[in-house]
């Protein structure tokens, strides 16, 4: 988690605990600054999404296009467990 003065987290057990889930560092970001760390922004931020799909589902190729959007680098020798690591710890 982001430390220190340039820590922009709004919520930061929010993002803790999305991170333990398995949601990325971008994603538990994301969604921690968006509740605004407001118990009614917590709510109806779960009204807007839909369900968060898994990378286990994935296909090889698929896991290496999104790991290469996000600019991971060193993942087109990674196996299907290590690409879907490389993405939950991104």
């Known amino acids: 988690m982001p430390r220190g003065k340039d820590s ?3 919520d930061p057990e929010m ?3 999305l991170r333990k889930d398995g949601a990325s560092k971008e994603k538990a970001a994301r969604i921690s600054n968006a ?6 922004g917590r709510s109806s931020i779960g009204r807007k999404g839909g369900e ?3 990378y286990d589902g994935w296909t090889v190729p698929e896991l290496k296009k999104r ?3 996000l600019g991971l680098s060193g ?4 196996n ?3 690409l879907i690591r490389s993405l939950r710890n991104h």
């Open 8 to 10: 922009r987290l709004k």
């Open 15 to 17: 993002y803790e605990e």
């Open 35 to 40: 509740s605004g760390g407001s118990k009614s």
């Open 52 to 54: 968060s799909g898994s």
């Open 67 to 69: 790991a290469k959007e």
């Open 75 to 78: 993942y087109s020798k990674k």
């Open 80 to 82: 299907k467990e290590q």
